[in-house]
């Protein structure tokens, strides 16, 4: 069994009094693909979020590499290796492609055109159009934009929020290649995604969340086969 990249024990948190996450346990190995599934306000952006650090951590519930995060100021942006792609992809409309790209990078020091021309092989679009302004992009597109900028910091962990939402079936399946490209690359992946024949179908393991609690949690396979999974996100 690999070590456990990332180890969430007892999560909470809140938006001001109301309670969202209500003691999350979860792990992510280190070369594993991991899929949260779960209902819309289910928490999984929130929970994404206290892994990248854009909701503070009040309590030494999140280890990164062994490491407490609570500990690590503004831990997302530390360069630790955690990279995250929001949902709703949140790119820079007005930059060019290009430009986006180089802020995912902005903590490097060293050259990024090699990670460019990485990024430009996975998505050969995005070379195409490396000048043009990111906000003309298709939704597909921009997926891939916002992917290709959360690799550009080289992660070690990539968080991915419903990178298929709103793409066209042929765009989603381009997705789910690039995500197990990825990780053969050598890239841990935690991806939130709704379409649950799609999640489980691209995990090693998957975690079922109901109204800020892991419901269930397990093989794909196991998962799959779960009557109360097939019930409530298979339409079985
Ligand atoms: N910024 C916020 N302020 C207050 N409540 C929020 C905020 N973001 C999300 N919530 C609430 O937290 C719950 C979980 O939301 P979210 O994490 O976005 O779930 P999911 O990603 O599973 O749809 C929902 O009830 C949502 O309304
Ligand atoms: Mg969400």
């Known amino acids: 069994m690999a070590d456990p990249l990332l180890e969430i024990s007892g999560l909470v948190t809140a938006y001001g009094p109301i309670k969202v996450l209500h003691g999350i346990d979860l792990v992510v190995n280190e070369g594993e693909i991991v899929t949260l599934v779960g209902a819309n306000g289910a928490g999984k952006t929130t929970l994404m979020r206290c892994i990248s650090g854009?909701?503070?951590?009040?309590?030494?519930?999140?280890?990164?590499?062994?490491?407490?995060?609570?500990?690590?100021p503004n831990h997302g942006c530390a360069g630790l290796g955690i990279a995250h792609s929001p949902e709703g992809r949140q790119i820079f409309g007005d930059l060019s492609v290009e430009e986006n790209l180089s802020l995912g990078g902005y903590h490097r020091s060293d050259d990024l055109t090699a990670d460019m021309e990485e990024v430009y092989k996975l998505f050969p679009i995005l070379k195409e159009k490396h000048h043009l302004a990111?906000?003309?992009?298709?939704?597909?597109?921009?997926?891939?934009?916002?992917?290709?900028?959360?690799?550009?910091?080289?992660?070690?962990?990539?968080?991915?929020?419903?990178?298929?939402?709103?793409?066209?079936?042929?765009?989603?399946?381009?997705?789910?290649?690039?995500?197990?490209a990825l990780r053969d690359r050598g890239v841990t992946l935690l991806v939130v995604e709704q379409n649950a024949y799609a999640a489980l179908s691209i995990a090693d393991r998957s975690y079922v969340m109901e109204t800020g609690k892991i419901a269930l949690s397990g093989s794909a396979q196991d998962l799959i086969s779960d009557p109360r999974v097939r019930e409530a996100y298979l339409g079985a």
Not at 143 to 166: H, T
């Open 134 to 180: 990111a906000g003309g992009l298709s939704g597909g597109q921009q997926e891939m934009l916002a992917i290709g900028r959360a690799i550009m910091g080289r992660p070690k962990l990539l968080l991915l929020d419903e990178p298929s939402m709103e793409l066209a079936p042929v765009l989603v399946d381009q997705i789910l290649e690039v995500i197990a």
């Open 54 to 72: 854009v909701q503070p951590l009040k309590a030494d519930t999140i280890r990164f590499a062994g490491q407490p995060l609570a500990k690590v």
